[in-house]
Structure formats: C-alpha cells, structure tokens
C-alpha cells in the first residue's frame, strides 16, 4: 500500500568473524566481512530518512543515503561511484574509522535498536570492487571499475602540488587534488606508501593488500609517488616551491612516540608502540625468518595505554606467541578511547585488563633486560580537561610485576624535522603546526592537515582534513589569490 511506513529492523547483520581461539594463532584479518546477499539485507534496514543525519557525522561527506540505497538496488557498480567521489579510501574507511561515535551514532535507528552498519557496508562495496577489478573473461569491457573511475579527472590546470606524507591526510588530499586536474607528487619518507595505515595498523585489522590497492587507485589518478625521499633531510620545502611546485601539503603526521620518562624505560625489552608495530607490520617481523626484521618478545608482556594503538600492540603480542598479555590503564574501562570493538576483541583473544594500574619504574634483570615493573593503584578525581575523571595515585599502593617485554602505547608527538627546517612554519607549545580551518600554515603556499596540526586522531578525521585542504590549495591555485585573508 503506498505511504505505508517501513517496518523498523532494529537487529543488525551481525558479520562473521575467525573464531578467538584460532584468530589468536594468526595475523588474518578477524572480521571477514558481508556476502552480497548480508549487504543488501543490511542496506534494507537503511529508512532512507528525507533528512539524513548521518552525514552530519562523515568527515568526508560520502552521500551515505545514496550509496546504501545502490546497495539496495543490487547496482554495487554505482555504490562504488557514489562513495569514491567523496572518499577515495573506503576499503580502509571501513574498516578502521570509528563509525559508532561519527555516522553510525547520529542514525535514528540507534535510539531504539542497533543502527545500520555504515562501515560494514561501505567496507563490503569496496571488496565488492576489488573483487571486480579484474576483466572477466567473457566481459567485452576494457577497464575495471576502479580504471574507470580513475579516468573521471578534470583537464590538466598545469599546476603542481607537492604532497609530503603518503599517510591518509596526504593521499586523500593528492587524489582530491589529481582530481581536478593538477598534478601532483607524493614524497614519503619510508620505501611503501600508506603512513600509519601500514606501518601501525596490524595485519588482522587492516590488511596490507587493502592499503596497496588503494594507493594504487591513487595512482591512477596520476598521483606520482617518491618513496624513501625524507623531507627536511634529502630535501627542503623552500626547495620544492622553488623547483616547480606551486604549492605544498604537508601530512607528516604525528609519528615520533611519547614515553612515560619513568626510570628503567632504556631497559632492553621496552619498546615504544611505535617501534613494535612498525617492525610487525611494516618489516613482518611476524613472519621471521622468512622476512628479515626480528622481534624479540617473552611470556609476559605489558603494554601501557588504552587507545586503539595498545589494543593493536596486545593483540600483535598475543599472535606472537605471549603467555600472558596485559593491558595497564591508569584509568576506568569506561574511559579508555579505545573502540570498543576492538576491546572486545582483545577480551575475548585472553588480553587481561589491569585498570586504575599505573607504572612508576622498570627494573632491570644483571643483563640490563626488564625483568619487573613497579606498578601503583590509581583512583579517579575530579575530570580533567578531556573530560574525563583524573587519575590520582593512591599512597601505599605500589606494588612489583614480573613483565619481560613492555610496550609504552601513551600516544604520538610530531617529528619536529620538517617545521624546525622551514622558515615562516609556526608550531604550538605541543609542536603542532598551526594552521586554519582550510589548513592554511603560517607560510604561504604551505598548508597542512592530520594529526600533525591535530596531535593523534582517527583516520577519518586525517582524511577530512586532507580533503578541506585539497578544496582550499584548488580555490587559490586557480584564483591565484591573497594568501592572508
């Protein structure tokens, strides 16, 4: 009957996954993600609100109506159309960003019921593509999808644009920018392109092979990438503007690895989260011998923190063969910033948590490993300006745990390399750039976004900032306006 209201399906899809004890022994990814026919019966519990408030909360602004309504129609060709028109990374969106405290959470199926999976479809429609990006045999059609989308650029402006950091900032703003027709070239300091997305984010969450496609699909464009090209080092930004750039985006992010500047932390066995994970993602140390970067981990693991990153450092050392793995928050589960996916996950893999816990020293054994951490219990005061309630040690408390391996997960500082080399770059007391709400630094024809103006944030929120720049480095190639404004 027409103007019947849709029935409401508060139950989401649930989507399949390895089973905790056998995801424990390897580094597949956990989640296996919608069949066709699971995504389109998730896409139908989408209402297709007249005024969707769900895009209010995507960073990229992904008409997410429309490509969930593709979804419905079973016409994925054009779901892939509608989503890589705003975001040019959905195979990684949607499997990393934090849909339920963005998209997801401003659904008004979430007030009574589960809302609809907006980063399990939008992952399903990009392994949807990459499952078609190769010519059938009885197909008459010359390109994939993904060649055909990479076609759909502006003519050539005969501008240049250099984007320096290949992390998710940097590609979104160089496809954005290749787009509309400019050329640019992407400079990254390490020999494989992705940033964080493949040297921090393990294999079981983030498959490389998504990272890799992906960037090639930035390729297409006519993105060029220099890899190994570190700059600050190999080369200046004043050189890039001299030598034929008309503008730079800098999206180095904020890589160097902050420590708890306790004693012992120089003890051999305690790693920054940093150097752990980029020597089991990026090196496969998971996979020595047979690749060539080791690792040295024992039995009882501790890693301090409760991001997402000390989830993804507990889990690696799980797989890696741990017999006990703890996670130490100096706060309440009920304020760790970590997903609470992925502390689920941990959960159920054998992760033990040690809450209101909070280092004070490692001791070292007669070889000068880490053999011991002094640990003392916390209690929670009144909120601090994040919000959340401060930690106060309790006196009396400290206490001594065996651990011979431990990881520090406390969070990310810029590298000061490429602001401390440019003239006219200013940085905040945290050093941070400072730059506006298009990204503009304090250096003409310089601009900006991600986590190194931010400090350590998502994904998706890198990739907004990327995509805000890109807009305003085309506004003003092609206005040739004012810098200050």
Known sequence: MSGKKKKLNLNRVSMPKQSPEERRHNFLEVACGYSEEQAIEEANRCLQCKKPRCMEGCPVGIEIPDFIRAIQDGEMENAVRIIKAKNSLPGICGRVCPQEVQCESRCVLEKKGAPIAIGRLERFVADWEAGHSHQDEHSDSEASVGEELSTEVQPSSGKKVAVVGAGPAGLTCAADLAKRGHKVTVFEALHDAGGVLIYGIPEFRLPKDIVRSEVEYVKRLGVEFELDSVVGRLVQVDELLKNGFDAVFLGIGAGAPRFLNIPGENLNGVYSANEYLTRVNLMKAYKFPEYDTPIRQGDRVAVVGGGNVAMDAARCAVRLG??????????????????????????????????????????????????????????????????????????????????????????????????????????????????????????????????????????????????????????????DGPWSR
């Not at 033990?352 to 219990?377: C, H, K, S, W, Y």
């Not at 745990?401 to 006219?424: E, F, K, Q, S």
């Not at 298009?438 to 976004?449: F, K, L, M, Q, Y």
């Open 322 to 479: 741990a017999e006990e793995v703890h996670v130490i928050y100096r706060r309440s589960e009920a304020e760790m910033p970590a997903r609470l996916e992925e502390i689920e996950n941990a959960k159920e893999e054998g992760v033990i948590f040690d809450f209101l816990t909070n280092p004070t020293r490692f001791i070292g054994d007669d070889r000068g490993r880490v053999a011991q951490m002094e640990v003392v219990n916390m209690v929670l005061g009144e909120p601090d300006a994040s919000g959340r309630r401060r930690p106060v040690a309790e006196k009396g408390s400290e206490h001594m745990v065996d651990v011979d391996t431990v990881i520090i997960a406390v969070g990310t500082i810029p590298n000061p390399l490429v602001p401390g080399n440019t003239p006219g770059l200013e940085t905040t007391k945290w050093g941070t750039l400072v730059a506006d709400e298009d990204g503009r630094t304090t250096r003409e024809r310089v601009w900006a976004g991600g986590d190194i103006t931010t400090g350590g944030a998502t994904v998706i929120s890198a990739m907004g900032a990327g995509k805000k720049a890109a807009e305003d480095i085309d506004r003003w190639l092609r206005e």
